[in-house]
Structure formats: C-alpha cells, structure tokens
C-alpha cells in the first residue's frame, strides 16, 4: 500500500527548530519529486518547499527561504524538512506530497510555534 506519513512536528518557541520527516512505504521516494505543504484554517494550503526526483533541485517560498532546508535520506525512504528561526507565522499543519500515478498526501503534522 502506498503511502506518505508525516512525523516531527509539535510545539516550539519562537526562534527554535523543529524537524519534519516524511516517510514513504509502497514505493521508492527518491524517485519521486516531493512537496511539502503547510494549511492554517481558513486559508488554503500553500507549498513550503519542494524537491526534485533525479537532481535533487529545491525550491522555496519566500517566507522560509533561508530557514527551511529540505533533503532526502534515501536510506530511509525519507524527506526531511529542517526548520529554523521559527517564527509564529509557521503555525500551521504541515503535509508532505508527490505524485506517483496519483496524488498521494501525508496525514499531516501539527507545527506550533508560540512563547
């Protein structure tokens, strides 16, 4: 069965880091590009950073650019996205996504950043 699940996340105070990991089972990630997204309420979800199958290209949106790094562990079948210099506007859930015949989303993880 093909999945994506999604763990790292919880509660931080700004300023601090957290570290997301999105683990894939029924298929090989690192053949795959693969997304991370976040969704606050009321807003749609918005794409965080992203990275390329073969060439390991990333991308970032402006707000966490130089804060956010995203990487594959291929050994484990894993995307992780570092997060640093939180800040309270990275409250959100986070979701990692690729597509492989279909679209295929994590359950979603919960980032909470507050004093």
């Known amino acids: 069965q093909v999945q994506l699940a999604e763990s790292g996340g919880g509660l931080v105070q700004p300023g601090g880091s957290l570290s997301l990991s999105c683990a894939a089972s029924?298929?090989?990630?690192?053949?795959?590009?693969v997304g991370w997204f976040r969704q606050v309420p009321g807003k749609a979800r918005e794409v965080v950073s992203c990275?390329?199958?073969?060439?390991?290209?990333?991308y970032y949106a402006d707000s966490v650019k130089g804060r956010f790094t995203i990487s594959r562990d291929n050994a484990k079948n894993t995307i992780t996205l570092q997060m640093n210099s939180l800040k309270t506007e990275d409250t959100a859930v986070y979701y990692c996504?690729?597509?492989?015949?279909?679209?295929?989303w994590g359950q979603g993880t919960q980032v909470t950043v507050s004093a």
């Open positions: 996504y690729t597509h492989r015949v279909q679209d295929y």
């Open positions: 029924g298929f090989t990630l690192e053949y795959y590009a």
């Open positions: 990275i390329s199958s073969r060439d390991g290209i990333t």
